[in-house]
């Protein structure tokens, strides 16, 4: 190991994912049945914020996913897939960040429409269609990504991940609940 490799900045160090089927899980009781919960995110924050529910889009483009996100889907190194980065505002406050990853071979087909959301939340889509299958969650602490330092205050916050599979194929979202949302 070398001296540079040795120092490893905190906020890239990455915990593990923990599946939900996987015991232990040291998730607080309030934040169980919104981290662990099977069902439409989106449905819940709509709910819970009374209906002031809105997406902004922060980005939305072909790119290089991580390398956690290759593994999760089992790309090649150099694939590019649909990135979309969004925050989930309930009563206007950042309440989560989501980043679903879509491979280019979900985007041909009856699933083209996903390049063109604008503003519509993916989960919505999701859940409506009954060919689509959840695959297990998977729960980790975080800091935000330091993009949304101007939007959130930094420190850890719970994130949930799973695939989803469109025919078979997988896209994986990923969902952080930022400080300002509280169960």
Request: proline share 10%.
């Amino acid at each position: 190991m070398t001296a540079t490799s040795a120092k490893i900045d905190p906020r890239r160090a990455l915990p593990r994912w923990q599946r939900q089927t996987r015991a232990p899980l040291t998730i607080p009781p309030p934040w169980q049945p919104w981290l662990l919960d099977q069902g439409s995110l989106t449905a819940r924050l709509v709910a819970a914020s009374g209906g002031a529910f809105r997406v902004e889009v922060l980005a939305q483009a072909l790119r290089r996913p991580s390398r956690e996100e290759r593994i999760a889907l089992d790309l090649p190194a150099r694939q590019v897939a649909l990135v979309r980065e969004v925050l989930l505002r309930g009563r206007d406050e950042p309440w989560v960040y989501a980043r679903s990853v879509i491979p280019l071979a979900v985007l041909h087909g009856r699933y083209g429409f996903l390049r063109r959301l604008g503003t519509k939340p993916l989960g919505a889509l999701l859940f409506r269609d009954a060919g689509i299958r959840r695959g297990a969650i998977e729960v980790t602490r975080r800091a935000p990504p330091r993009f949304l330092s101007t939007v959130v205050e930094d420190g850890p916050a719970w994130v949930r991940r799973s695939l989803f599979y469109l025919d078979r194929q997988p896209l994986l979202v990923a969902e952080m609940f930022l400080p300002g949302f509280s169960p």
